[in-house]
């Protein structure tokens, strides 16, 4: 069947959409030994020899989901100019070549999904499904409960306003605050760059939960595939009958987000203007 080139890339387990685009705009894409630059030039995946950088495209029939804890110090990428330890390393007898869908700086851990579905990727990363993404951010001393409120609200960036986000404080220390940010939006070092806006000062930080998923018990540099029912609900598909929309499971209504680590706290919670997907 005749496809859009983008598509068979994508759905290769290349990369994503937006980036087989540009494979084929830089001129790294052929099709039956001739260069395509178009992007609506369509292809046969069947009949047609697909090549990206000079290599056959393999056509992969197993659609593998991993949910991977990231540990600190390791890179989202396929591969790094410096070397460093790459997410990938960390995927010991996987099948087939996976991408990260998004990305987690350097230095930030937690759930870190990774696929060959360029579909599935494509469907999670469009912004008309905003996933909510919740952080744990362990910052320096004491938060005030107006710096809380300033980033549930929405701060000013240099690329613009942050949507509405749901803020919360989780536990409270000695030396350091925990707090729970939970966003939809998915900008380049987003919490780092909301937290510096309200001079928080980030100590470590965390994704606990993507969507209807939670990172769990699972260990720091560990992986486990997902089940049919959370690719299917991640990416909104009905479940028995009633759109889930990648919304948490766990999910009742008003409760604030708490740490595993914590008893929670009798300190204000801050949601801004849209609240939803929150933990109990
Ligand atoms: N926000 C950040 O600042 N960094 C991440 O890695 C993810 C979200």
Same mark, same amino acid.
């Given at each position: 069947? !005749?496809?859009? $080139? ?10 994503? =959409? *937006?980036?087989?685009?540009? $494979? ?20 046969? &995946? ?9 290599? &056959?495209?393999?056509? @992969? ?9 990231? &540990? ?10 410096? @070397? ?15 991408? &990260? ?12 999904? $990774? ?7 494509? *469907? ?10 919740e952080y744990h951010v362990r910052v320096?001393?004491k938060v005030i409960?107006?710096q809380l409120?300033?980033m549930a609200?929405?701060?000013? !960036? ?7 986000a749901v803020v919360n404080l989780v536990k409270s220390?000695?030396?350091n605050d925990w707090i729970s940010v939970a ?8 919490v780092?760059?909301m937290c510096?806006?309200v @001079?928080l000062?980030v100590?470590r930080l ?13 260990? @720091?540099?560990?992986? =486990? ?8 609900? !991640? ?21 604030p987000a =708490?740490s595993?680590?914590s008893?929670?706290s009798?300190r204000?919670k801050h ?7 929150? =933990?109990?």
């Open positions: 069947m !005749l496809e859009r $080139l983008q598509k068979i890339i994508s759905a290769a387990g290349i990369t994503s =959409r *937006r980036a087989s685009e540009t $494979l084929i705009q830089n001129g790294q894409v052929a099709v039956n030994g001739v260069v395509v630059t178009e992007l609506g030039t369509k292809a046969d &995946p069947d009949k047609d020899t697909i090549t990206v950088d000079g290599k &056959p495209l393999k056509i @992969s029939a197993q659609r593998i989901h991993i949910l991977l804890n990231k &540990p600190p110090g390791y890179i989202t990428a396929l591969k790094d100019s410096q @070397s460093r330890p790459l997410v990938t390393d960390l995927l010991k007898d996987v099948p087939d070549r996976v991408y &990260p869908v998004g990305r987690l700086d350097y230095n930030t851990e937690g759930l870190l999904l $990774l696929t060959n579905d360029g579909e599935w990727a494509n *469907r999670l990363m469009h912004p008309r499904h905003e996933i909510e993404k320096r001393g409960d107006q409120k300033r609200d929405g701060v000013e !960036l240099e690329d613009g306003m942050t949507a509405p220390g000695e030396q966003i939809h939006e998915g900008r380049n070092r987003q780092r760059r510096e806006a @001079s000062s100590v965390k994704r606990i939960r993507y969507g209807s998923l939670v990172l769990g018990t699972l260990r @720091s540099g560990q992986f =486990r595939y997902l089940t049919d029912a959370e690719v299917r609900e !991640l990416a909104g598909e009905p479940q028995n009958g009633a759109a889930s929309a990648g919304r948490p499971r766990h999910e009742t209504g008003h409760k =708490r595993d680590k008893g929670g009798d204000p949601s801004g203007g849209k609240v939803s997907g929150r =933990r109990q």
